[in-house]
C-alpha cells in the first residue's frame, strides 16, 4: 500500500513584508513541510500557494464559450 502524497515546504516571506509587516520574524517564523496525502484532485502546487492550475487549452475554452 503506497498512495500519493504531496509534500508543500513553507517558507517564510520576503525580507520587505518581514521588516513592514513583521519586524521579528526571524525569532518567529520557522520554515516547516507539510505531508499530505493526496486524497482529491488537488496537487501540492495549489495546497502550497492556493492558486489553481486551469488545465483547460485556450482553443477548448474557446469552443466551449463560443458554443453558448
Do not use: C, M, Q, V
Request: aromatic share 14%; no cysteine; hydrophobic share 35%.
Amino acid at each position: 500500500n503506497s498512495p500519493p502524497y504531496n509534500f508543500i515546504i513553507h517558507t517564510a516571506p520576503s525580507k520587505e513584508f518581514s521588516t513592514r509587516e513583521w519586524p521579528d520574524l526571524d525569532k518567529k517564523y520557522h520554515w516547516h513541510i507539510e505531508i499530505i496525502p493526496r486524497l482529491s484532485k488537488i496537487a501540492g502546487f495549489e495546497w502550497g500557494t492556493g492558486f489553481y492550475i486551469n488545465t483547460t487549452s485556450p482553443e477548448e475554452a474557446a469552443r466551449i464559450l463560443n458554443s453558448i
